[in-house]
């Protein structure tokens, strides 16, 4: 690569303690020029174990701009869910000089190496709006966590070759996907300035969905990047408020980006599915 772009890395924390270690561990092998980039902490605070602050200060802080890229810190006095924390990280980049943004999971970390295919691939390919890293799962790191997303046509996204084995899957270098995943996602700075960031109305889930959608409209591809791997400590957890989310946000989907002939050619489907999802909440008593 004759020049090296500067990334910002927007790191979402939200009790961020039991994961730090492996992304500053992550941080120090990493092959891309340090001064290239910029480590973006934004900490949520979580509402049962408070704010990670203190932690990082102490922890990550002192390693900043030697044994890891420079870091800084914003620390938020509210949890702005994952579209809201990650848009103050946006602001941040937007206000210096760079020329991508990778948006890095809490529970999660980069391979060493991670970074200089994806922005070769962006680099030769300007039609490509945003990249995934292909997500493995940690630490069963033979199996996929998603090959990029995919989507259902009534709204819902999923993982795709999710547990599937890592070496039994035949992927090209770059692969045009449904959408990426925002756990491991990289996109131009000059895009987000263009056709804006995150939506904060969708706070949690569906809103790489969205964001993805809103680049396909205007042309720009979706894709996996196979030799830039993230590692992903993966666990889904079922609660009301994620089931809340995913619901209103599904739905949000579809009414911005289906056309109303769409929407009533998917009525039947989608009433029997509503109602088969009233009969499931019923049951769990939601």
Not at 31 to 37: A, F, L, M, Q, V
Not at 77 to 102: M, P, Q, S, T
Not at 172 to 192: C, F, H, Q, W
Request: hydrophobic fraction near 45%; charge should be negative.
């Amino acid at each position: 690569m004759p020049s090296y772009p500067k990334i910002a890395i927007v790191y979402l924390s939200y009790h961020s303690e039991p994961y730090i270690d492996d992304v500053v561990s992550a941080l120090k092998k990493l092959t891309y020029p340090r001064d290239r980039i910029e480590f973006v902490i934004v900490d949520n605070p979580h509402p049962e174990y408070g704010s990670s602050v203190r932690f990082l200060e102490e922890n990550v802080l002192p390693l900043s701009g030697g044994v890891i890229p420079r870091v800084t810190l914003l620390p938020q006095k509210e949890n702005l869910g994952f579209a809201g924390g990650n848009n103050v990280g946006v602001e941040w980049v937007l206000a210096h000089e760079f020329d991508y943004i990778f948006f890095h999971n809490n529970d999660g970390f980069l391979a060493a190496n991670s970074l200089e295919p994806i922005v070769e691939a962006m680099e030769a390919d300007k039609s490509i709006g945003a990249a995934q890293s292909l997500m493995l799962l940690h630490p069963e790191t033979e199996l996929v966590n998603s090959a990029g997303n995919v989507f259902h046509y009534l709204g819902f996204g999923f993982c795709d070759r999710y547990r599937a084995k890592f070496f039994d899957l035949k992927l090209p270098a770059i692969k045009e996907i449904n959408y990426a995943s925002g756990a491991a996602l990289m996109t131009r700075v000059d895009l987000i300035k263009q056709y804006g960031a995150w939506d904060n109305d969708f706070f949690l889930y569906h809103e790489d969905l969205e964001w993805s959608f809103r680049l396909r409209m205007v042309g720009y591809k979706i894709v996996l990047i196979r030799d830039s791997v993230f590692y992903h400590k993966y666990q889904f957890s079922r609660s009301i408020s994620k089931f809340y989310w995913m619901e209103r946000n599904r739905y949000g989907v579809m009414l911005m980006f289906f056309r109303w002939p769409t929407l009533v050619l998917l009525a039947p489907i989608a009433i029997a599915l509503e109602v088969g999802l009233w009969l499931f909440a019923l049951k769990g008593g939601w």
